[in-house]
Structure formats: structure tokens, C-alpha cells
């Protein structure tokens, strides 16, 4: 049985692959056999520990994670990170943050209860749309760690550039983990919810260096130790299962398309088709500067609030939904995610361009 076929352009929860999807299906009621749908197994069975070590195994593979590094499987969401990599690599000194959207004004303001925070960038002078050069970052000597967000899933704004710093980049990659290659040794920390690029939400993935653990603060919940979860391999508690069987579904998946060089390949290809259009157009307008536009939220806007309502309202009569932006930024926001067919990018600027045909005077 086919679904109605949309174009889902939400920014999270987002759009799987659907042979992902095919798959689950198949295994819902049984798993391999075993009378078991995957939701209902033990997390302690050999049989959930096999999908486990395998998803980690796919995981580590598809971003050649290095021997230097753990990857955690966690629940909490991206934000419960925001507390938790202060209560654990901060050690009640101070940390260096560049704030360029809300995520990382979220995690700058969460980290203060716990350390001095020192503000290494903030773009929201200007709504957000651009990302700091390098040599604009203000760095402190004695920083702990260097936090920043590489994909601003609201503003539509991605670094391009690693940023060089003495301490150790933590990183939150919710948005475009899995989009391109990421050279995972240069990173303290890299941490992301699954649910934009990568399975159900649910799920919340952590690399870690290891000489980076046991710093934590004596009042860090044990729940959120990175020691003790490296220690208990994630299952201090029962870990998000359904969500680590999608991942290692979707990692298949991702493989298949030639992993992630594959996937930057596919996603600059996208976003270039719609920013082309958009610096051509005379109705429309990109909200973030050439250098630092995001390929996975594209957001863009009319100028006038009644013709973006119209246009969203359009977009989904078309089956291209969930195209309106973040109430933060308002606008549109198109979120491109590895998911997303090169079809429905198509089909959002033939959209577009009727629009602005219509609507222009
Ligand atoms: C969605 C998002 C978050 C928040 O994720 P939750 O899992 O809902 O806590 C944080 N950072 C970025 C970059 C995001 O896109």
C-alpha cells in the first residue's frame, strides 16, 4: 500500500527514507522471526543487543568516527545536552560560545548555571543571517571548550569551516549530522537529535573524545555522567530501542547513496537549485548571506506576511507541506533534508516561480 505522496519540507521531526520506512514495516509485528516486534524486545536480548551494536557499528563507519572517540545512544532530546556538556566538560570554569541562532543562545544561557560563559560571537544583530569568520570569534585562553551549533536550523545559516580553536570544539550537528563528511577527530564533543537527518525522534546521539570524560561536576545526575554512560555502553537505563533500529535502518539507507560524500553531493545540488532561484527572483528573498547559508533549512520570505501565509497555504494544496517558517523568523523555511527527494525541490520552485508569476506586479 503506497501513502499519499507529499513533499514533507518540515524541520523536525522530518522526512525518512522511505525504504527505511518499507523496512520497519516489514519487521513491525516480527522481527527476523523471533514472534517480537522490535518495541517490545528487552534492551538486555542478544537479539536487541545485535541491532544495537550494529547501529553503532553503521554509525561509526558512515562518519569514520575514530578509536578516540565513544558514541553514546541517549534520550533527552538535543536540549538536555545544553546542560549536560557544561555539568560534564565545563569543571565550574569557563567556556567559550558563539551564538548564532536559538540553539546556541539556549545552550550559552543553560551553561552559565554551571560556569562563566563567554560570549565568542553573536550574530543577532543582524536576525541571524550569517555565520562569524573566523577571525571575528573572540577566544579566551582558558576556555574549556569551545561550543558552537553547525547547522541554525531556525535561521537557516550553516559553518563552512571548522573553526580553529585551542580548545576542543563541542559541536551541536542536530541539523546536519549525516549531510556530509566531518572529520570527527578535530571534535571534544559532537552531539544531535535524531530526528532531523537521522531516525524518530527520541533518540539523541554523542561522540565524545575519551580524555575528555570524568570531569563531571559532583552534582551531575548519574544519567547524564558521560563516564558512566560510556561505562554502562548507554544502558544505564533502557535506552531509546525503536529509534536505534531506525537509525541503523536509515544508515543502510544512507549507505546505499554512497554515504555521506554521496550526501553532500546531493544536498548542495538541491539547496544550489533553490538559492539560484531565489537571488533570480523578484518576489522572493533568501533571509541568510551567500558564505553561510544552510543546504538543509532554506528560508526565505515575500516581504509581505499575507503573501507568505498565502504561499504556505498554497504550497500544502500541492502536497508540499510544512513549509512555513519557525515563529521566530516567520517567513518560509524549506528544511532539505538527506531524505529529501530531488523531485520535490523541483516541485517547490515550479511552485514558487507560478507564485511569483501570480503575485508579482
Ligand atoms: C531541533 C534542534 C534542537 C532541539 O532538539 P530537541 O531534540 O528537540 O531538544 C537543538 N539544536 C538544533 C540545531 C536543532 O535543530
Known amino acids: ?22 523496512r520497519a514495516k516489514r519487521d513491525l509485528l516480527d522481527y527476523g522471526g523471533c514472534g517480537m516486534s522490535v518495541m517490545e524486545m528487552s ?17 561509526k ?32 570554569g569557563a567556556a567559550d560560545y558563539a551564538v548564532t541562532g536559538n540553539f546556541s543562545g539556549k545552550a550559552a544561557k543553560e551553561a552559565r548555571k554551571y560556569g562563566t560563559v563567554n560570549i565568542a560571537a553573536d550574530t543577532s544583530d543582524t536576525g541571524h543571517d550569517r555565520i562569524p569568520r573566523q577571525d571575528e570569534l573572540r577566544l579566551s585562553a582558558d576556555a574549556k571548550y569551545f561550543y558552537y551549533c553547525a547547522n541554525n536550523t531556525i535561521y537557516g545559516t550553516e559553518w563552512q569551516y571548522v573553526p580553529e580553536t585551542k580548545a576542543p570544539p563541542v559541536c551541536d550537528m542536530s541539523s546536519d549530522i549525516l549531510s556530509k563528511p566531518v572529520d570527527v577527530s578535530r ?22 573524545d575519551r580524555s575528555l570524560l570524568g570531569r563531571e561536576l559532583p552534582v551531575t545526575p548519574e544519567i547524564m555522567s558521560y563516564q558512566t554512560l560510556v561505562k ?11 529509534c536505534i533500529y531506525m537509525l541503523g535502518l536509515v544508515l543502510d539507507w544512507l549507505k546505499e547513496q554512497g554515504g ?12 544550489a537549485k533553490v538559492y539560484d532561484y531565489l537571488d533570480n527572483s523578484a518576489l522572493f528573498t533568501a533571509h541568510a548571506r551567500p558564505g553561510s547559508r544552510s543546504d ?35 517567513g518560509m523555511r524549506a528544511s532539505l533534508y538527506n531524505a529529501m527527494p530531488m523531485e520535490g525541490v523541483d516541485a ?9 508569476v501570480q503575485h508579482h506586479v
Open 1 to 22: 500500500m503506497a501513502r499519499e505522496q507529499v513533499f514533507n519540507f518540515s524541520a523536525g521531526p522530518s522526512v525518512l527514507p522511505l525504504p527505511a520506512l518499507e
Open 43 to 59: 534492551h538486555r536480548s542478544p537479539m536487541f543487543q545485535e541491532i544495537f551494536d550494529s547501529t553503532k557499528a553503521k554509525l
Open 61 to 92: 563507519a558512515a562518519l569514520s568516527v575514530p578509536d578516540t572517540h565513544e558514541i553514546l545512544f541517549l534520550q533527552g532530546g538535543a536540549t538536555l545536552q545544553f546542560a549536560a556538556i557544561p555539568m560534564n566538560l565545563l569543571e565550574g
Open 187 to 208: 571534535y571534544g564533543l559532537i552531539y544531535a537529535g535524531a530526528q532531523k537527518n537521522m531516525a524518530p525522534a527520541g533518540l539523541t546521539v554523542v561522540i565524545v
Open 232 to 242: 554502562t555502553d548507554s544502558m544505564l537505563n533502557t535506552p531509546p530501542c525503536w
Open 260 to 271: 555521506v560524500q554521496g550526501m553532500e553531493r546531493i544536498k548542495r545540488e538541491r539547496a
Open 296 to 330: 538543509m533549512n532554506v528560508t526565505f520570505r515575500t516581504g509581505s506576511a499575507e503573501l507568505d501565509a498565502e504561499f504556505v497555504k498554497g504550497a500544502a494544496a500541492r502536497g508540499l507541506v510544512n513549509v512555513k517558517g519557525h515563529r521566530i523568523a516567520g
Open 348 to 356: 517547490l520552485i515550479a511552485y514558487m516561480k507560478e507564485f511569483e
